[in-house]
């Protein structure tokens, strides 16, 4: 139920009541282009959606809105300044999607959204078509009903999804245009829809691909097998000795930067309410695992990882062929926390994989793309008008929590541009954010665009007794 704070609110809110086909209708339409950023045949789509956005915020009420060119995918970028007194709030998020593949364990194609048992179901509901939409709808409600009380920019990016690439250039290109006091972005989770979060913090990510080279062609197994090296066990092996019995990474300076977080923060971030049996029931395994003399919660906020995200090579087609294999390959990424650096820890990776390649193979080491970690201070006025709004619309205050994934851009809104972002994402971790059915819950589709014009109001108010 809506608790309206004031007079003004309670006409966003009833606006927001009355259009909630049409809202819901237009997420449907949004979610029908298929705008995946990282594979060159969705080009046109994922253009299409760039359009989409910007016609839908100009429909709403914003100015100037525009498809910015980059070197890649354009940036849809549109604003309303109502008095240049006000604070003004940046809101960020993105149109682009990942691929849908595997194709075949969706229950409904990924492009037809499906509404059922009170989800949306398609490739990108929740990250971030439907986040994201929230904030276009929560300023046509505020439009409409005279309520905006700040000034507002939007920036829509389509290559969070690849690296955000154009998006450094385009902050340093674009610091009038985009000058702020805070930046807001939906596209995170929290802990329960009876228990609202805020995250306070985004692991970094280093990410390299692998090539070991043993023989210059296949081999016949039973031949050469025993003699020469087989590209594809001496991978495993080198993958198995990245970590040790404790779970901890081996790879020589790489916890050196690694920010301690003080036993009471400790304390205070395990008190969050997480059922872990709840947990493993949903993904189906008897236990978890990781770093010894850390919480689940801890492992998956506070503390570095490592994981395989694919491996292949040698013979994988139906049937068995003898082969010994030339080539394997890896992708392997690491999440990183406050402090360590992406490029260091690429590098730290690079030097310690060929060292610890066998004579008998030839390893290669090729960096993709990376982002810096961020940590939000809870201090801020935006910040507790965030917590505020949650507290408005959740009835209940907000926890801050940190989070798990990354979104590089929140570290390069703070070097390049000096701003803070706020996390008020209204996802949640089943979700299913990059795996087949995804999926976005219209309870929280709704909640986040009764909760934006709350951060506006109370953002506004905090601002004018600062
Ligand atoms: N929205 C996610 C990040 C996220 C999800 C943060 C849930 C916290 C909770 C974002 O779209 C994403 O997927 N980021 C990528 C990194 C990017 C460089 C490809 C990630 O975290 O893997
Ligand atoms: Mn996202
Ligand atoms: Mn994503």
Redesign the pocket.
Known sequence: MITPSSTQTHATAEYIEKNKDQFLNELVELLKIPSVSTDAAYKKDVIRAAEFIKERLQEAGADNAEVCETGGYPIVYAEKIIDPALPTVLVYG?YDVQPADPLELWHSPPFEPVIKDGLIIARGAA??KGQMYMHVKAFEAMMRTNTLSCNVKFMIEGE?????DSLGPFLEKNRDKLAADVVLVS???MLSNEDPSL?VG?RG?SYVEVEVTGPNRDLHSGIYGGAVANPINVLCEMIASLKDDKGRITIPGFYDNVAVVSPEEREAMNKAPFDLEAYKADLEIDDVQGEEGYTTLERTSIRPTLDVNGIWGGYTQPGAKTVLPSKAYAKISMRLVPNQSSDEITECFQKHFESIAPSHVKVKVTPH?G?EPAVTPIDSPAFQAASMAMMDSFGKEPIPMR??????IVALFESILGLKTILM?F?LDSNK??SPNENYGIFNYFKGIETIPLFFKHFAEISKEA
């Open positions: 993105h990250d971030d969070e999804e690849t690296g955000s596209d995170t989770a995250t985004l990510l793309h982002g989070g798990g994934g990354s979104i590089p994402g996802g954010i990059h």
